[in-house]
């Protein structure tokens, strides 16, 4: 750990942090940005919480061992099931310097603000759903309001394989929407809990009722590192700020670069920069 400065690091099971990382580009540009997906084990939405601890541990050893001195895990999943114990367990004597934050705590603290009947679903992934984390964290902030998960076991697939805008996704959509609204007709806001989600806005806007807010993450998160940043002048001295990005995955390179594309959408990279993949091994 003897890199003074370096990139933001960002992770994710797979490719859905693409859209956090999106959105956190698009507000802050100048800084270097270093995007690790482990696509070769992705999903980590059906493993046990020991697995993507793991597992997730492991990235965050390699991002700090690329001079990464703040990681982002932009996967609700190991946002749920790993954060809070690398963050009480592992950093203290790992690197007390350097911070690993999540997508959860920056979405439900916008929930207050947005819910008027104080009925809340939640709809992601079923590991995350059987974490229970959105609704321990939302008790935490705004324990009046009423929370209801809805998991998506095929949502993930549908994005994964760039089925998310064909008519097959319409019945995924429009069931796990309507099996959410029955279970609490009062539900005026919904948190999409995974990071893939964002691509299925389409199909999920046409079935969700007028009225019901639908809560994007990337937006919530990036503006919530921005703060972070400004409250502590002391991480941003660690970060560097070429304005580039770089792309890691545990899967063959040539495939991420396809997906990828997809889930950074319109982002503008440095006009020297391809969005170009390098293969590395965790363990």
């Known amino acids: 750990m003897v890199n003074r400065v370096g990139p933001i690091g960002v992770f994710d099971s797979g490719y859905g942090g693409l859209t956090i990382l999106r959105q956190i580009h698009k507000a802050m ?55 809070r114990t690398i963050q009480q367990k592992d950093l203290p004597h790992l690197a007390p310097q350097r911070r690993v934050l999540g997508v959860i705590r920056p979405t439900v603290e916008v929930v207050s603000s947005i819910s008027q009947t104080r009925h809340v679903g939640i709809m992601a992934t079923p590991g995350t759903i059987r974490s229970r984390t959105y609704e321990l964290e939302i008790a935490k902030l705004s324990p009046d309001i009423q929370v209801t998960g809805e998991a998506c076991p095929m949502w993930v697939p549908l994005v994964e394989n760039e089925e998310y805008d064909s008519p097959g996704a319409d019945y995924f959509v429009r069931t796990r929407i309507e099996n959410l609204l029955s279970c609490d007709p009062l539900i005026d806001s919904v948190i999409l809990g995974c990071t893939h989600y964002p691509l299925l806005l389409g199909k999920i806007h046409q079935y969700m009722p007028q009225g019901v807010h639908v809560i994007e993450q990337g937006n919530y998160v990036a503006q919530s590192l921005k703060d972070y940043l400004e409250r502590h002048p002391e991480m941003k001295e660690h970060i560097t700020t070429g304005g580039t990005t770089r792309f890691l995955t545990t899967e063959q390179a040539e495939a991420f670069q396809a997906k990828a594309v997809v889930f950074m959408g319109e982002t503008k990279l440095d006009a020297s920069q391809q969005l170009v993949a390098e293969r590395i091994f965790l363990k």
Do not use: M, W
């Open 29 to 83: 540009p100048q800084y270097d940005y270093l995007y690790l997906g482990d696509n070769a084990r992705a999903p980590y939405g059906t493993r046990s919480f020991d697995v993507v601890y793991e597992f997730t541990l492991q990235a965050v050893r390699y991002l700090f061992g690329q001079g990464c001195h703040l990681v982002i895990l932009a996967c609700n999943t190991a946002s749920a099931k790993a954060l």
